[in-house]
Nanobody, 124 residues
């Protein structure tokens, strides 16, 4: 599976952005997808995840109510809509996929495939 993350950019506090994660290859439409982020000098942290069906979604407390994850299995693409962005959301955002079902999608270690990351910078 190959993952291509896109949609990052430089925005002002309060603005919105939508990140996309396009999957290709075998099993591109299977399994869940997660978004993680890493700010300079900080550890990678979980942001949001969705199951294969899209019926279940998970969010970090820090972004709950502001970010929404969705997926379009016809296009093998997962989106992360980010509203009311804050300077603290500045980070490189990565999408990732596991290669089995039933993992804890909020933890980074079970994921097998990672995209290259897209930079999100929020100015105050």
């Amino acid at each position: 599976v190959q993952l291509q993350a896109s949609g990052g950019g430089l925005v002002q506090a309060g603005d919105s952005l939508t990140l996309s994660c396009a999957a290709s290859g075998r099993d591109a439409s299977n399994y869940g997808v997660g978004w993680f982020r890493q700010a300079p000098g900080k550890e990678r942290e979980f942001v949001a995840a969705t199951t294969w069906s899209g019926r279940n979604s998970y969010y970090a407390d820090s972004i709950k109510g502001r970010f929404t994850i969705s997926r379009d299995n016809a296009d093998n693409t997962v989106y992360l809509r980010m509203n009311s962005l804050k300077p603290g959301d500045t980070a490189v955002y990565y999408c990732a996929k596991p290669r089995v079902y039933g993992i804890d999608l909020t933890q980074g270690s079970p994921y097998s495939y990672w995209g290259q990351g897209t930079q999100v910078t929020v100015s105050s």
